[in-house]
């Protein structure tokens, strides 16, 4: 891989044995580096695409185990439709033409969100994706599309209830491994570190039972400038601190 003299300054810096295992993304601020350029906002989701790609290629190289990446929310149906319609080509478009790389990465694509509430070009590219890579045993990507951590949540929620009342689980055997297993991301370990671009300084909707212990970077940059520098930056801050998880720290 390509890296800029300041990339490998700060890959070098970088402790290889404390690497966050699990990275989550909240891609954000495709419309406003459009709109600032005077563009339309679908030139600023196509710009995301590269970024998606540098991305997933830093991750990888870095040894990140798991990499989440917000999509396409369950609130985001709510964007003009030319927009939506253009969102739901981007997914099928980055998987034919990135296919072949993912593979040869032994990257493992996986999803998460109501996939069968998609367009079927959209969620037949992406179970496409999913049962081709499904033998590789590197870098899990998770897709979150048409995604809502709450109605991911009351999904589980409704799951449970259902075994309770036909018997199969006791209440009082329900825990917070029972919860986290019938989530979308099943029994995949929790973020250790979620970075959000853009300025926005929240977690809309995002796995919010999974990152109670998450570690948070925020940067002004908009997702399409976003670049490898970046996520190594946030890789550094996040060695620098002190996980205690709600305890003490000898």
């Not at 709109?35 to 906002?41: A, M, N, S, Y």
């Not at 296919?99 to 969620?123: F, V, Y």
Request: with cysteine; aromatic share 10%.
């Amino acid at each position: 891989m390509n890296l800029t003299t300041r990339e490998k300054e700060l890959l070098q810096k970088i402790d290889s044995k404390r690497v966050p295992y699990h990275v989550a993304i909240i891609m954000d601020g495709n419309g406003r580096w459009a709109r600032k350029r005077g563009l339309p906002r679908i030139a600023g989701h196509r710009a995301g695409v590269n970024s998606l790609k540098e991305t997933i290629r830093i991750a990888d190289q870095l040894g990140v185990k798991i990499l989440t990446l917000y999509t396409f929310s369950t609130e985001n149906w709510k964007r003009p439709s030319r927009e939506v319609k253009f969102l739901m080509k981007l997914p099928e478009e980055y998987l034919s033409k990135e296919i072949d790389e993912l593979c040869e990465k032994n990257i493992c694509i996986k999803s998460m969100g109501e996939i069968a509430g998609l367009p079927d070009h959209t969620r037949k590219a992406v179970e496409e994706a999913i049962i081709k890579t499904e033998e590789n045993t590197g870098l899990i990507v998770n897709f979150a599309l048409n995604y809502g951590s709450r109605g991911e949540i009351l999904r589980a929620v409704k799951k449970i209830s259902r075994l309770v009342s036909d018997g199969s689980i006791k209440e009082d055997d329900i825990n917070e491994d029972t919860i986290s297993a019938f989530l979308y991301s099943g029994r995949q370990p929790d973020p250790d570190l979620l970075i959000r671009p853009s300025g926005e300084l929240r977690l809309s909707n995002f796995l919010l039972w999974q990152m109670a212990y998450t570690e948070f970077w925020f940067t002004e940059t908009y997702w399409p400038d976003f670049n490898k520098e970046h996520f190594l930056e946030a890789v550094l801050d996040y060695q620098k601190r002190n996980r205690r998880y709600g305890g003490l720290t000898k």
